[in-house]
């Protein structure tokens, strides 16, 4: 009973390179601040989709459901809201504290979970996320459920003026084509391949002389750590840190952001994030009616698009995307 | 042998797995109490046959004829009501069920299969690890499970798909002496075989497939006079 | 001068408190804005609304994109302390008016307060004064509290516990139990255990109606010991219906049967409601301070826009409106108005649908709230 | 004269609850040998190659690879010294092709690599011996085909292709001409004979024309003990080894 | 905080034991649905809310009674689960079960949404039956006649569902056909039909705890959003696939988190991850999970 790997979209499709969507990707998002599009809105997007494609590294790659990512969002979102506003550390310091913080997290619970297989290290992760919540519910520096509230952003690097919406933006948008540049190059490094290898059969590449638990630990962490960073950010545009991060609910969040957007896609978490939060952000003007159009779109998705939007166009294109 | 009834007739049986077409119009016939053996390379599309007949494979055309029953249009479970079981070559042990329960499952679709103990005297091996998990026999454990649970269920036509692969010599003779049994009690066995030597000692007549079709057949006894075309589709 | 203002209802539309709040709260800002009278005034009065899902970050994100994008002048509402802290913010840098009702937190007019903040309808501080108070004085001196582990939960019971000492009642213990704890009995069998007179309900919606059903159950409100509820809504005595809540006190600052001017309110705010239902003092409270909010626009006479302004002028105007009486907005944001400390009814006691409370006592204006001089807050001149 | 054993077993037993699977097994294989272990189904082999790649840990018993003891070693690590297995029912990479999975395997002479931030460009550098590789099991054509999509004795061929590509001092093959045509079984014997020049090879096969045609020892399991021992003469001529393994018809 | 009386020990004990019935029952119509059918069935929460509705509406619209509605309530909400296993899940067959967990979960959204639009988040009152009002003083406690019988009649079920499905052939084949449904299938078994009956019997197990409940708690739209992660938390402690795993899990973890509401009650919600998290680092595979 353990999960099946999840296949890549159009495994045959042949090799063509992504760069120029990539490009066109960022170009994109770059300019849609300008064409009028709520600058804090793509700032939101950009960091779920950081965090959903981080854990798209997870489960698209290495074939591990983590059902408790966001303590990974979480917690980097306490420490750098602690750092930036307790300790008055610069924001780029702030974010990579938290960064480091999950990532150092990402070793700790990688060690107790990467030894179980299927649903139940999905569960593993999952019970250990619990008790991070518990942790950041009772602890003092979090305030509860009042959260951090009211983090100061001041300048980035010490030059940028960050309290400038488009400032902001554009710094937001940096890490996070940082981050997704790095995840895709993992993809596509010769560390992707093994971990592809030991999603699609583990015993056979430990029969290799592959220590998969340390190649899974290692994407493990680097999993936590970008989640890490992706929560560090998000911190800094909403300028609070808040239980949400760490509910289980988040956790789910991103299993579907991923979904809809196509498992183990190289786009899809991306397109999956902005399309679950500009979900949560238009629809919540229908007021009552939000969680049933959500629903109705998620089963749409499952009934329709199986392999998620991107996942999709994929077959339809024929190529990776 | 000339008068016996037809009991399988498979005529222009098309199938896809997906997008791909594998059997381009297969055609053969296996009469009530024979021995057939299809034989061929390795993906020339003797397993896909076997599962088209069994009505396995989603997408199929073409007529299969059981006992004068078209059957092309039917799932696979009321195809098994009509007496028809299979060996699959993956031998198909359930790991959430122990051997006993594996041994147990397949439902009786009609009387007269053999009762547990002598399926436990053709395979003593089984008896002795009654309760262990399915998967955790060996290879050849599972073979010898995975037939002998289709021939408690009563099916008249036993489809076996490689089932000496990775059986010792000495299990080999006796899966051998089982089907000339079974032959015996009127059962109608169907092999897809690579071990042309167990074949030649079990099989009436043998149908050669290339590429998805059928492409040849003679009977055991003309087996001298072929040798030479065996050799060149087989590499015998 | 520019007469177009745009006001945002931001609220739990769907989740534990959309009964508190909701549709509710759209509907009461509408008969607001259409009472005003605005219109006729050459006024043009947007609402917009939205669901906060009981989260502090879609609350801010929310709040923050009325204010870039709709351009939106003033937020009401906003249930949840926690979603209501983070919009405070959020009002205070894009200087908005923020009239809240809804949350609980007297953080709101102390370490928290803003200039550009109004807190309506009720806060901890009146729910632990008015109900531990008059409890106390009538007998419950003794008293064990159910409440929830979160900021307000345990905010509620420390005012709480104040003023029972400060009346010479004592505190036997307490229990904390997570929020949305759907089984209380383990928790009630240890309030029985403590043979406390009181068992004080610091909670809130889902969980104070389960404690109040399953306290019925095992028989505790027939054994002499008593359900002090200290944050309850009429919606939530509306679902429990008057079997189990009978006798229960609590305190609110509205009731819809509580005067001609409520009555009047509520008969035309229910005709309204898709299920009928009575206004809660949540939805009472953003009728009001929009209310007070349109009287302050139109007295203002420069800048509509301005959050701080406005404020400033709506603490320089008495209150007078027909559900809250007169009152006054003190200098930390604060509205004060009198809070009632009602009891349930027996069910052969209420004559007509709705027909829930009586009237025990009425908490004056002035000791309801926190005393000036004893509030945190920095814009208090002391 | 010393003889050079690669491979030493001491005493070597696994239990499953209540059952012993390999029961005392003294096992030796010599350097360059090509050794085949045969025996009834369930006499224990696979068990046997389980406990020496370290699959599974044994209850008793020791065991020496190249005079080391690897009794209490990662299976990663067992695979690191140069002893690498292949699988009873077949192991592929099933999503990846032909090319890739034997590039896997080739990726590890790059050592414990972690460059998660290099391009796999780099490893274009191993195509060419990839492709040779599966030019001798005959895999040219399946390149690029993914592993699913191949017929079962080519996924065999192709796992032997990948086992090659770690240049292994020694190999294990776990039936590997199960469900192979004829033709191919010709071409994977040439094969284990010609890459077994230079490395030792242990084999488990029921195929008696391959254990005849290509061992130089054998050694016969039954119930988990060892029944016989010695070239396939002798140990076909056992009269025991005929009744527990190849049957009447052998005589 | 640790003077102990044996007394309020033994009563927690009980009411631990009378959480663990609902538990048990919920956890093994889920533990049917997902060791059976490899189904994440996210909608069970939401339909034992439909289930505690259902009894509502029976009672006060139609007047049929609790013992009635105990019957018809999961026949009712069986049925709808029949009808969604074959418009939707059918579909689902084969693929990763993702892609259940997404589409129940997306059901239990339109649920949820639905309920709360027409009947509010804070709920309708449900009324203990006649003939089990009233309790008994044991003494050390005392227990409502509800609560008795809540013990005693979900136990039943659950030891019931266990005999059906594991002293029968049929858990043989749902297993079976979890692994290999085309197999299952060629020897003879209309596997759909049986997985859409299965599913239909979860859910209705579902709907029974939901009945079961609705006189004690309030019957609210969201009552078994919060229960859903718990309760498969029971399901993966007592080991996937396990009938007997989920209900001895089901009432253990009622008594442990009856112990921890009383030492330590801030973590009663969080003590089952705790124990999750122990039991999968020292049984991978669940209590009573297969290897
Ligand atoms: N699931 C599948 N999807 C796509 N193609 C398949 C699938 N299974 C088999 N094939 C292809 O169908 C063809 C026939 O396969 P089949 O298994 O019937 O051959 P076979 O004669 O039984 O071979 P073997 O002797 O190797 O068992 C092969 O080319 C194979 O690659
Ligand atoms: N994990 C396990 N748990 C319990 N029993 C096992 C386990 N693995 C193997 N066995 C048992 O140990 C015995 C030896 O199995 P093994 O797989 O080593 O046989 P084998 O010699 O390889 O046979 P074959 O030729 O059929 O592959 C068998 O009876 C098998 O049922
Ligand atoms: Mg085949
Ligand atoms: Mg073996």
């Known amino acids: 009973m353990t999960t099946t790997p999840i296949k890549p979209v159009s495994p045959a499709a042949p090799e063509r390179s992504e760069t120029p969507i990539i490009m066109g990707m960022i170009a994109v998002l770059a300019v849609l601040p300008l064409l009028g599009v709520y600058p804090y809105f793509v700032m939101q997007a950009l960091c779920f989709a950081l965090f959903a494609c981080a854990f798209n590294l997870l489960i698209g790659y290495v074939g591990l459901l983590s059902f408790g990512h966001a303590m990974f969002l979480g917690t980097a979102g306490y420490a750098s809201a602690h750092a930036a506003k307790v300790w008055g550390l610069a924001p780029e310091l702030s974010i990579l504290f938290g960064t480091l913080a999950s990532g150092a997290l990402g070793v700790l619970v990688g060690l107790i979970a990467i030894r179980r297989q299927g649903i139940y290290f999905s569960m593993t992760t999952l019970a250990l996320a619990q008790m991070i919540y518990f942790f950041y519910l009772q602890a003092k520096f979090t305030h509860g459920e009042d959260g951090i509230q009211g983090v100061p952003r001041g300048l980035f690097l010490g030059v940028l003026d960050i309290s400038k919406p488009l400032v902001l933006f554009y710094v937001v948008l940096a890490i996070f084509v940082a981050g997704f540049l790095l995840i895709y190059r993992t993809i596509n490094s010769p560390f992707g391949e093994i971990l592809k290898a030991i999603r699609e059969n583990e015993p056979r590449a430990i029969s290799l002389g592959y220590r998969t638990a340390r190649y899974k630990l290692a994407a493990f962490a680097l999993s936590a750590a970008l989640a890490g960073l992706a929560g560090a950010t998000k911190v800094i545009v909403s300028q609070n840190a808040s239980l949400t991060d760490v509910r289980w609910e988040m956790s789910g969040e991103v299993v579907l952001m991923t979904l809809v957007g196509g498992l183990g896609t190289i786009f899809g978490p991306v397109v999956g994030a902005f399309i679950i939060i500009a979900m949560q952000q238009y629809l919540a003007e229908f007021g009552q009616w939000v969680l049933v159009i959500q629903g109705v779109i998620f089963v749409a998705c499952v009934l329709a698009f199986r392999r998620g939007i991107v996942g999709e166009a994929a077959k339809v294109l024929r190529r990776n995307l | 042998m000339d008068e016996a009834r037809v009991l399988l007739e498979v005529k222009d049986l098309q199938a896809w797995y997906g997008e791909s077409h594998i059997l381009h119009g297969v055609d053969f016939r296996v009469r009530e109490g024979e021995v057939v053996t299809l034989l061929g390379r390795n993906g020339a599309g003797k397993t896909t046959t076997l599962k088209s007949v069994m009505g396995m494979i989603g997408k199929r055309t073409g007529s299969v004829q059981f006992d004068g029953q078209q059957t092309i249009g039917m799932t696979s479970d009321r195809i098994a009501h009509l007496g028809l079981a299979i060996c699959p070559e993956e031998r198909g042990i359930f790991a959430s069920l122990n051997v006993m329960e594996n041994l147990m499952l397949p439902p009786q679709v009609r009387p007269g299969g053999l009762p547990v103990e002598q399926i436990f005297e053709l395979f003593p091996n089984l008896k002795e690890r009654i309760s262990s998990q399915g998967t955790k026999l060996s290879g050849g454990e599972q073979q010898m499970l995975a037939i002998g649970r289709i021939l408690r269920t009563g099916a008249r036509l036993l489809m076996l798909d490689e089932p000496t692969e990775g059986l010792a010599p000495v299990i080999i003779q006796q899966i051998g002496r089982t089907i000339a049994r079974l032959k015996q009690e009127g059962f109608t066995i169907l092999l897809v075989e690579q071990n042309f030597r167990f074949a030649s000692t079990v099989a009436d007549r043998f149908y050669v497939m290339e590429h998805g079709r059928v492409i040849d ?20 | 001068q520019d007469k177009n203002v745009k006001i945002g209802v931001l609220d ?87 009239m809240n009702s809804g949350a609980a937190t007297s953080d709101l007019t102390n370490s928290a307060c803003s200039p550009n903040t109004v807190h309506w309808t009720y806060d901890t501080y009146l729910l632990a004064n008015g109900t531990g108070k008059a409890v106390v004085k009538s007998g419950g001196d003794s008293w064990f509290f159910l409440t929830a582990d979160y900021a307000f939960g345990h905010a509620l019971e420390r005012d709480t516990t104040d003023v029972i000492k400060a009346n010479n009642g004592k505190v036997l213990g307490s229990v904390r139990h997570p929020l949305n704890s759907a089984d209380f009995s383990s928790f009630l069998l240890q309030a029985q255990a403590s043979k406390a007179k009181i068992i004080g309900l610091a909670n809130a919606g889902g969980d104070t109606t389960n404690a109040i059903k399953q306290a019925s159950e095992f028989g505790i409100t027939g054994s002499g010991q008593q359900l002090a509820a200290l944050l309850l809504f009429y919606s939530d005595v509306h679902s429990l219906g008057l079997k189990m809540t009978q006798g229960l006190q609590f305190t609110e600052t509205f009731y819809w049967d509580l005067n001609d001017g409520t009555r009047a309110f509520s008969k035309r705010f229910s005709d309204r409601m898709k299920n009928k239902n009575q206004p809660t003092m949540v939805q009472a409270g953003i009728y009001a301070s929009i209310i007070h909010y349109m009287k302050a626009l139109e007295a203002n006479g420069s800048n509509p826009h301005d959050g701080v302004k406005m404020v400033e002028k709506m603490k320089s105007m008495p209150t007078d409106d027909a559900l809250f009486g007169k009152g006054e907005i003190q200098p930390n944001g604060r509205k004060i108005h009198p809070g009632y400390l009602f009891e349930v009814k027996k069910p052969q006691e209420s004559k007509y649908p709705g027909d829930y409370y009586k009237l025990i006592a009425t908490i004056p204006a002035n000791e309801a709230f926190t005393p000036l001089d004893k509030s945190a807050c920095a814009l208090v001149k002391k | 004269m010393v003889e050079d054993f690669i491979l030493e077993t001491k005493g070597l037993t696994k239990e499953f609850a209540g059952f012993t699977a390999v029961r005392d097994v003294d096992l030796r294989v010599r350097r360059g040998s090509i050794h085949a272990l045969i025996g009834p189904n369930g006499a224990g082999k696979t068990t046997c190659f389980n406990l020496l790649t370290k699959f599974l840990p044994p209850t008793r018993g020791a065991i020496a690879y190249n005079g080391r003891d690897i009794t209490s070693m990662a299976p990663a690590d067992v695979a690191r010294l140069g002893l690498i297995r292949s699988f009873q029912i077949s192991a592929v990479f099933p999503h990846l092709t032909g090319m890739e999975n034997v590039r896997v395997a080739l990726q590890r002479h790059r050592g414990d690599n972690f460059d998660f931030w290099r391009s796999k460009k780099v490893l274009d550098d191993l195509n060419g011996r990839a492709m040779a590789l599966l030019e001798d099991v005959g895999l040219t054509e399946f390149a690029d085909v993914t592993a699913v999509e191949m017929p079962y004795g080519r996924k065999r061929a192709l796992e032997i292709a990948t086992t090659l590509a770690l240049d292994p001092e020694m190999m294990l093959l776990d039936e590997p001409m199960a469900g192979m045509g004829h033709e191919d079984i010709e071409k994977v014997v040439e094969l284990i004979r010609r890459v077994s020049a230079n490395r030792t090879v242990l084999m488990v096969e029921h195929n008696l024309n391959v254990v005849a045609n290509l061992s130089d020892t054998i050694t016969v399991l039954t119930r ?16 025991e080894v005929q009744q527990a393994y190849l049957g009447a018809s052998h005589g | 905080m640790f003077n102990i009386s044996t007394q309020a020990l033994f009563a927690q004990l009980l009411v631990g034991l009378i959480n663990g019935s609902f538990y048990a029952l919920l956890s093994l119509g889920l533990a049917v649905i997902f060791g059976m059918l490899n189904i994440i069935n996210f909608a069970h929460g939401a339909l034992y809310m439909m289930g505690a509705f259902c009894a509502y509406f029976l009672l006060n619209v139609l007047g049929i009674n609790y013992w009635m509605a105990l019957i018809l309530a999961p026949l009712l909400i069986g049925f709808l689960g029949v009808v969604l296993e074959r418009t939707m899940l059918q579909r689902l067959a084969g693929l990763d079960h993702l892609y259940g967990l997404l589409l129940t979960f997306g059901l239990a959204l339109i649920i949820q949404g639905l309920f709360q639009n027409y009947f509010g988040s804070s709920g309708l009152p449900y009324a203990i039956p006649q003939q089990l009002t009233g309790g008994q003083n044991l003494g050390f406690m005392f227990l409502p006649n509800y609560r008795a019988w809540v013990v005693i009649f979900s136990l039943t079920i659950c030891l019931a569902t266990w005999f059906a499905i594991e002293k029968t052939k049929l858990g043989a084949y749902l297993r079976a056909a979890t692994e290999n449904p085309t197999l299952v299938r060629a020897f003879g078994v209309n596997v759909p039909r049986m997985i859409t009956l299965t599913y239909g019997f979860g859910v209705g197990l579902a709907a029974l705890a939901g009945v079961l409940s609705a006189p004690i708690n309030q019957v609210r739209p969201l009552m078994g959003a919060d229960l859903i992660i718990v309760v498969f938390a029971v399901v993966v402690i007592g080991g996937m696939g396990s009938i007997m795993g989920s209900i001895v899990t089901g009432f253990a973890l009622g008594i442990l988190e009856g112990l921890t509401k009383y030492f330590y009650p801030e973590a009663s919600n969080t003590v089952v991850f705790v124990i999750m998290a122990i039991v999968l680092m020292v049984k991978p595979n669940g209590l009573f999970g297969r290897a």
């Open chain 3, 12 to 98: 739990d539309m769907s989740g534990l408190y959309a009964d508190v709040g909701g549709q509710g709260s759209i509907l009461a800002a509408q008969m607001a804005i259409e009472d005003s009278g605005m219109a006729a005034k050459g006024w043009k009065i947007d609402l917009i609304s939205a669901d906060h899902q009981n989260k502090p970050d879609v609350g801010v994100n929310l709040a923050r994109q009325w204010a870039d994008q709709e351009k939106v002048d003033g937020i009401f509402g906003v249930l949840t302390s926690s979603v209501a802290l983070a919009v405070n913010g959020v009002a205070k840098e894009k200087n908005l008016v923020y």
């Open chain 2, 217 to 236: 057949a003679f009977a055991n006894a003309d087996l001298d006079a072929n040798m030479g075309k065996l050799h060149e589709y087989l590499g015998v």
């Open chain 4, 224 to 239: 988990g003990q060892i029944l016989a021992e010695g070239d396939y003469a002798t140990v076909s001529a056992n009269p």
